[in-house]
């Protein structure tokens, strides 16, 4: 999606994109990679093309780091050799190639499948035969990229949400599918959407400094709560809002396989025992628990007191055991920076957690018609 489009498309696409990397400036160097081996006849690697992904990128000036490998990155064929689960479900003149200009690699796909069971195996030695012989030909890698919603990287997601059922996990799937051809793409123009983003009453929070914890979605309850009863906004765009920002943090992940965001409700002037409204949250929820499985890292409440904690969580008793689990409802503000990876110093430096979402909101005017 451009930063000017009134139309907002999902982050990810089933579609691949293509790299194909040589070693021929550098014949006996390292692809700078950590392997993971996906041949072990798992369920979670059903829907891989390959038998090897890139799990770790190493230090150093390497293949990979040239070429921008990144972590995910499936390995589908050595020198134009096959070594896939299954054929390409796509045509090579359809796909976007990743390779620079000044990085093309000529080779030609044979798109071979490979039996599981030794196929990783086969896969290394081909490298290591190929390698021993260069510089004549040199060694070339050509990987697919997929992104995090594409069912390769998804799949494990649906599986560990309905506990390693295969079939329940694809039920799970295909109804998301068919949720995401029907919700996409949201018109940005819409007058509600328009006043959440210029009030920022849904934005989102995002520290590139911050290493170990994912970026957070930041919801303004109160605000919602009090446009909403003024008829400014409906609460299907208040869902619709949460997608965009949701949608957003998941495609900034580093591992696609792995996508994570946090969400960070503010009730600053909210009563939990008299103004707090739940059915928005319950609408929220219907859409992120079945189309957006394990990928929620934290979600905090706050300000809580400790005194109506508890008539809080059971207020939200709708929401899943495991789901519950990665809650916290809390008036302290050292739990929430420990929690999302704040420091809290910053939050006290900008007078608030407010004014601390303004400093490190992204978007932005970039949605705003």
Same mark, same amino acid.
């Given at each position: 999606m451009t930063s000017?489009?009134?139309l907002y498309h999902s982050t990810s696409k089933e579609k691949p994109q293509l790299l194909h990397i040589t070693f021929e400036s550098d014949p006996k160097g390292s692809l700078g990679c950590q392997l993971v081996n996906t041949d072990k006849g798992s369920d979670d690697h059903m829907f891989l093309p390959g038998y090897a992904v890139i799990g770790k990128l190493l230090k150093g000036e390497t293949v990979a780091r040239k070429f921008d490998v990144r972590v995910g990155d499936v390995i589908v064929a050595v020198n134009g050799t096959g070594y896939r689960r299954f054929a390409p479900d796509y045509k090579e003149?359809?796909?976007e190639y990743l390779n620079k200009d000044e990085e093309k690699v000529d080779v030609t796909l044979d798109n071979a499948v490979v039996?599981?069971?030794?196929?990783?195996n086969q896969l290394l030695s081909k490298i290591k035969a190929i390698k021993a012989a260069a510089p004549d030909p040199p *060694?070339?890698?050509t990987l697919e990229r997929y992104g995090w919603d594409a069912r390769s990287n998804s799949w494990p997601r649906y599986l560990a949400a309905r506990d390693n059922n295969v079939p329940d996990a694809m039920m799970m799937q295909q109804?998301?599918?068919?949720? $995401?051809?029907e919700i996409f793409p949201i018109d940005l123009t819409k007058a509600g959407l328009q006043e959440i983003f210029k009030q920022k009453a849904i934005c989102e929070i995002n520290i590139h400094e911050i290493k170990d914890f994912p970026p957070t979605v930041y919801i303004n309850y109160g605000k919602l709560q009090q446009m909403e009863k003024a008829g400014e906004i409906t609460a299907d765009e208040v869902v619709e809002a949460f997608i965009i920002f949701t949608e957003r943090l998941l495609a900034h992940s580093n591992d696609p396989r792995n996508p994570k965001t946090c969400q960070f409700i503010d009730l600053s002037g909210v009563s939990i025992t008299g103004g707090f409204?739940?059915?928005? *949250? $319950?609408r929220i929820y219907k859409i992120f628990e079945p189309n957006y499985p394990e990928t929620l890292f934290k979600m905090v409440m706050f300000p809580v007191s400790s005194m109506v904690g508890?008539?809080?969580?059971? *207020?939200l008793s709708f929401v899943n055991e495991k789901t519950q689990s990665k809650f916290l409802i809390t008036n302290s503000l050292d739990k929430v920076c420990e929690e999302l990876g704040w420091e809290k110093r910053d939050v006290d430096d900008c007078g608030g957690i407010k004014e601390f979402m303004e400093k490190h909101e992204k978007?932005?005017?970039s949605f705003l018609f």
């Amino acid at each position: 999606m451009t930063s000017r489009s009134p139309l907002y498309h999902s982050t990810s696409k089933e579609k691949p994109q293509l790299l194909h990397i040589t070693f021929e400036s550098d014949p006996k160097g390292s692809l700078g990679c950590q392997l993971v081996n996906t041949d072990k006849g798992s369920d979670d690697h059903m829907f891989l093309p390959g038998y090897a992904v890139i799990g770790k990128l190493l230090k150093g000036e390497t293949v990979a780091r040239k070429f921008d490998v990144r972590v995910g990155d499936v390995i589908v064929a050595v020198n134009g050799t096959g070594y896939r689960r299954f054929a390409p479900d796509y045509k090579e003149a359809d796909v976007e190639y990743l390779n620079k200009d000044e990085e093309k690699v000529d080779v030609t796909l044979d798109n071979a499948v490979v039996a599981a069971g030794e196929a990783y195996n086969q896969l290394l030695s081909k490298i290591k035969a190929i390698k021993a012989a260069a510089p004549d030909p040199p *060694l070339i890698l050509t990987l697919e990229r997929y992104g995090w919603d594409a069912r390769s990287n998804s799949w494990p997601r649906y599986l560990a949400a309905r506990d390693n059922n295969v079939p329940d996990a694809m039920m799970m799937q295909q109804q998301h599918e068919q949720w $995401k051809s029907e919700i996409f793409p949201i018109d940005l123009t819409k007058a509600g959407l328009q006043e959440i983003f210029k009030q920022k009453a849904i934005c989102e929070i995002n520290i590139h400094e911050i290493k170990d914890f994912p970026p957070t979605v930041y919801i303004n309850y109160g605000k919602l709560q009090q446009m909403e009863k003024a008829g400014e906004i409906t609460a299907d765009e208040v869902v619709e809002a949460f997608i965009i920002f949701t949608e957003r943090l998941l495609a900034h992940s580093n591992d696609p396989r792995n996508p994570k965001t946090c969400q960070f409700i503010d009730l600053s002037g909210v009563s939990i025992t008299g103004g707090f409204r739940v059915e928005t *949250l $319950k609408r929220i929820y219907k859409i992120f628990e079945p189309n957006y499985p394990e990928t929620l890292f934290k979600m905090v409440m706050f300000p809580v007191s400790s005194m109506v904690g508890l008539t809080a969580r059971s *207020l939200l008793s709708f929401v899943n055991e495991k789901t519950q689990s990665k809650f916290l409802i809390t008036n302290s503000l050292d739990k929430v920076c420990e929690e999302l990876g704040w420091e809290k110093r910053d939050v006290d430096d900008c007078g608030g957690i407010k004014e601390f979402m303004e400093k490190h909101e992204k978007v932005g005017d970039s949605f705003l018609f």
